[in-house]
């Protein structure tokens, strides 16, 4: 027996007697108790990807209005004010300009202004597709990340299923032998 194991979480239909739990019963509770708790982790996960697959579409957005205002420089410079700007989940929108600065991408700035020629808007083009591939290279660690918390989460209900299953086992036996 085991005595006095904090229950924190919320596994409170394990049989006990006083502060007393079988062995079992406690590697149940952590179980389950492990579980709620990746469950949180696999949340706040899940969040934590959704942002960064919101930032690979702003990314995407930028780099094809980049593209279009290259293609509109010709002899004459374009300006970058001339972007669509990338609207938010949340509403808020984000211009070509705020997308730069915000997120430490380098872009071109000869000319110390927001205009740019068509071999400007080349490099910034380059430096978005980094920033994208950065993103994707990101994206894919952390799903990696969620796959690890999916399985570890499965685990413990599995493991805490498996204490259920042999407890039920030994009470049927038990009330077999009675018979």
Known sequence: MVNSVGNSGNVSAAS????????????MMLSLER?????????DQANQMKGINEEIKMANHFM????????????????????KPFKMEDGTTVTMTQFFESRGIPKDTTGNDNKHSRAEWDVNIEHIKTHADSLNSTSQLEMIRLQSLVNSTNNSFEQASNMMQQHNNLLSKIIGNMR
């Open 16 to 27: 006990q007697t006083g502060n007393n739990f079988d062995i079992s019963t406690v590697i």
């Open 35 to 43: 579980a709620e708790s990746l469950q949180g982790q696999m949340k």
């Open 64 to 83: 094809a209005e980049a593209r279009r205002l290259r293609e509109t420089a010709g002899d004459k410079d374009s300006n970058e004010s001339g972007a």
